[in-house]
């Protein structure tokens, strides 16, 4: 059990360029979630997966921000055109099926920073 | 919608002091409840949850917290804290459909020598 797997750990990119995440879930784990984590706050759900398919996205993800599962394994976020505002780090955890005793296992998250 | 309310920010404590941390969350329907740790530069671990039965939940390094349904609060609790317990502690609701976390802002728990 490799845990899950994100990539890269940090980026700094400048204000208007696009940036790609990647997160590769824990084996067999059906459901992946995106989270965003500020300074100073909680994580805050983003979008999560059932397997390929995308089931529930936040307010949170504007139209800049994009998440796929392709083949229902790994998953890649991405955001177009960044702002300073999008500084943070993002989080994917995964685990299997629902939450209902099931644990939620997460990465050890990507920080991007936007200057 | 969920919500959760960690009251303190920063606790400072000494070394083999008790310590709580104090967590109250709102919710309409009912719920399952959870204790992240978050250690520097990591990612967030489960320390323990709640999801029925004993209202007193235990996780295997010492930490305890008790669902109290009428005063909606899940707070955690350790009665000797040790240095390496010093990172960000975060209290998460779900409710029982189960298909996202709701995160409180954190407590961060320093653990003085």
């Known amino acids: 059990d490799t845990g899950v797997s994100q990539d890269p750990r940090h980026k700094i990119t400048k204000r208007g360029q696009n940036v790609t995440f990647r997160c590769d879930p824990i084996?067999?784990?059906?459901?992946l979630y995106w989270y965003r984590q500020t300074l100073g706050q909680g994580p805050e759900f983003l979008t999560y997966?059932?397997?390929?398919?995308?089931?529930?996205k936040s307010r949170l993800l504007s139209d800049r921000f994009s998440a796929e599962r392709p083949k229902g394994s790994f998953s890649t976020l991405e955001i177009q055109r960044t702002e300073q505002g999008d500084s943070a780090m993002y989080l994917c955890?995964?685990?299997?099926?629902?939450?209902?005793?099931?644990?939620?296992?997460f990465g050890e998250g990507s920080w991007l920073t936007v200057v | 919608a969920q919500s959760v309310t960690q009251l303190d920010s920063q606790v400072p404590v000494f070394e083999e002091a008790p310590v709580e941390l104090r967590c109250n969350y709102s919710s309409s329907v009912s719920v399952y409840l959870f204790w992240y740790v978050q250690y520097p530069n990591q990612g967030l671990q489960l320390l323990l949850k709640?999801?029925?039965?004993?209202?007193l939940v235990e996780s295997i390094n010492g930490f305890e917290a008790e669902f109290n349904k009428s005063q909606t609060s899940f707070h955690l609790r350790k009665p000797s804290v040790h240095i390496s317990d010093t990172a960000e502690y975060f209290c998460a609701v779900s409710d029982q459909g189960g298909n996202k976390l709701v995160f409180g802002a954190g407590t961060i728990l320093r653990v003085k020598s």
């Open positions: 084996s067999e784990h059906n459901r």
């Open positions: 997966f059932q397997n390929e398919a995308q089931l529930e």
């Open positions: 955890a995964s685990s299997l099926g629902r939450i209902s005793g099931n644990t939620i296992y």
């Open positions: 709640y999801l029925s039965g004993s209202t």
